[in-house]
């Protein structure tokens, strides 16, 4: 395996002990639910129950009831959700997202609102694909971790001892002779299980993450070393950075975004769109994307489903940072699930992509 000596030297680290346990109160949790959305209701009322999170599963009629006395509400149904569901989603789906939403078939909308409370909403075309908007969330770092209820819920994970996924990066640089933006390589990013550990009687992965890059002739290795338990969940957390192989930082803390409090509400959106008949691409800034994409992994060929990801303010819904992010993802993949990752700026309004990670090799 590359980076051995790294991996090692940050392993001979990890704690006799566990010193990052979920041992603060889980918040209360609001499910703001209509009858036709009921089973997916339920569905995430298990995956609370299962994480120990307490909740209350509340029609459209509570929901002044649970801003008051509950710190996450979790809203099922798009802007049509029947029994005036769709009036209170509404006010927390951007409105170029809410057309869509009801337009184009196979989509799903999570819609993140941080400010006196945590407004999930998760919406899709159909009932179904609310369900499926469900799952993709509790599985999803990215968008449970803004959250309050990250390292308090979790989804069962689908590791085995040894599955790993490896990335390689490009990034983009401004070429002034093409005026054009090229692709150059960066360098790797690579995940594992390196195994089952019993710390303190209780038995987690071992989730090693491994990123390489050189710049200005300097090989940089940064090693994340994460405990996780059977829901996904972080217990222990220590990343270690190598500059030429010689320790130059090291953090024993799992992050914790899910506490921060922004200075203005904001609105966290992960909008997923699938190709549907003749329905294979989106357009962004002028551009025409595919929806879904065939990536050669090896000697298979993994299909991705588009993932567009974006910050904005509430309530003018105007772009919170100047960027977003252009996934595809297959469940298939163990992690996060990533096919390829694209980072992109707005430069002088028009997007420009930044990074590139493409799918190596990988084992469920």
Same mark, same amino acid.
């Given at each position: 395996m590359?980076?051995?000596?790294a991996?090692?030297?940050?392993?001979?680290?990890?704690?006799?002990?566990?010193?990052?346990?979920?041992?603060?109160k889980?918040?209360?949790?609001? /499910?703001?639910?209509?009858?036709?959305?009921?089973?997916?209701?339920?569905?995430?009322?298990?995956?609370?129950?299962?994480?120990? $999170?307490?909740?209350?599963?509340?029609?459209?009629?509570?929901?002044?009831?649970a801003?008051k006395?509950? %710190?996450?509400?979790? /809203?099922?149904?798009?802007?049509?959700?029947?029994?005036? $569901?769709?009036?209170?989603?509404?006010?927390? /789906?951007?409105?170029? #997202?809410?057309?869509?939403?009801?337009?184009?078939?196979?989509?799903?909308?999570?819609?993140?609102?941080?400010?006196?409370?945590?407004?999930?909403? !998760?919406?899709g075309?159909?009932?179904? %694909?609310?369900?499926?908007?469900?799952?993709?969330?509790?599985?999803?770092r990215? !968008?449970?971790?803004?959250?309050?209820?990250?390292?308090?819920?979790?989804?069962?994970?689908?590791?085995?001892?040894?599955?790993?996924?490896?990335?390689?990066?490009?990034?983009? %640089?401004?070429?002034?002779?093409?005026?054009?933006?090229?692709?150059?390589?960066?360098?790797?990013?690579?995940?594992?299980?390196?195994?089952? $550990?019993?710390? #303190?009687?209780?038995?987690?992965?071992?989730?090693?993450?491994?990123?390489?890059?050189?710049?200005?002739?300097?090989?940089?290795?940064?090693?994340?070393?994460n405990?996780?338990?059977?829901?996904?969940?972080?217990?222990?957390?220590?990343?270690?950075?190598?500059?030429d192989g010689?320790?130059?930082?090291?953090?024993?803390?799992?992050?914790?975004?899910?506490?921060?409090?922004?200075?203005?509400? !904001?609105?966290?959106?992960?909008?997923?769109?699938?190709? $549907?008949?003749n329905?294979?691409?989106?357009?962004?800034?002028?551009?025409? /994307?595919?929806?879904s994409?065939?990536h050669?992994?090896?000697?298979?060929?993994?299909?991705?489903?588009?993932?567009?990801?974006y910050?904005?303010?509430?309530?003018?819904?105007?772009?919170?940072?100047p960027?977003?992010?252009?996934?595809?993802?297959?469940?298939?993949?163990?992690? %996060?699930?990533?096919?390829?990752?694209?980072?992109?700026?707005?430069?002088?309004?028009?997007?420009?992509?930044?990074?590139?990670?493409?799918?190596?090799?990988?084992?469920?």
């Amino acid at each position: 395996m590359r980076y051995t000596a790294a991996i090692l030297i940050a392993l001979l680290l990890l704690p006799t002990a566990l010193n990052q346990v979920i041992g603060e109160k889980a918040p209360k949790v609001a /499910i703001i639910s209509n009858e036709a959305d009921m089973p997916t209701a339920r569905f995430i009322g298990q995956i609370l129950t299962n994480s120990s $999170v307490e909740y209350k599963i509340m029609g459209p009629t509570d929901f002044k009831e649970a801003l008051k006395g509950y %710190e996450v509400i979790l /809203i099922l149904g798009g802007p049509k959700a029947y029994d005036g $569901v769709g009036n209170i989603s509404s006010n927390y /789906i951007p409105p170029q #997202n809410a057309t869509t939403l009801i337009q184009e078939p196979k989509t799903f909308l999570v819609s993140v609102f941080k400010g006196g409370r945590d407004i999930v909403v !998760l919406a899709g075309h159909t009932r179904r %694909e609310t369900l499926e908007a469900s799952a993709f969330f509790f599985k999803d770092r990215n !968008l449970l971790g803004t959250t309050r209820l990250w390292m308090r819920a979790g989804y069962e994970t689908a590791l085995s001892n040894s599955s790993f996924a490896i990335y390689y990066v490009e990034r983009y %640089e401004y070429d002034k002779k093409k005026e054009i933006y090229q692709p150059y390589p960066w360098g790797t990013d690579e995940w594992r299980v390196l195994g089952l $550990v019993e710390v #303190n009687g209780t038995m987690l992965y071992n989730v090693t993450r491994t990123r390489t890059y050189m710049y200005l002739g300097v090989n940089y290795t940064t090693v994340e070393v994460n405990l996780l338990d059977h829901l996904g969940r972080p217990h222990f957390c220590r990343t270690v950075q190598f500059m030429d192989g010689k320790v130059n930082l090291s953090i024993e803390k799992c992050p914790e975004p899910g506490r921060s409090r922004p200075k203005e509400p !904001l609105v966290f959106v992960a909008f997923k769109m699938e190709s $549907v008949g003749n329905r294979t691409t989106w357009k962004i800034g002028g551009k025409e /994307i595919p929806r879904s994409i065939v990536h050669p992994v090896g000697k298979r060929y993994v299909k991705g489903t588009l993932v567009i990801r974006y910050a904005l303010k509430y309530p003018d819904w105007k772009m919170a940072v100047p960027g977003f992010t252009v996934d595809y993802v297959n469940p298939a993949i163990p992690f %996060e699930g990533v096919v390829v990752k694209v980072d992109n700026e707005i430069i002088d309004g028009e997007p420009v992509t930044q990074q590139v990670e493409k799918l190596y090799a990988f084992r469920p």
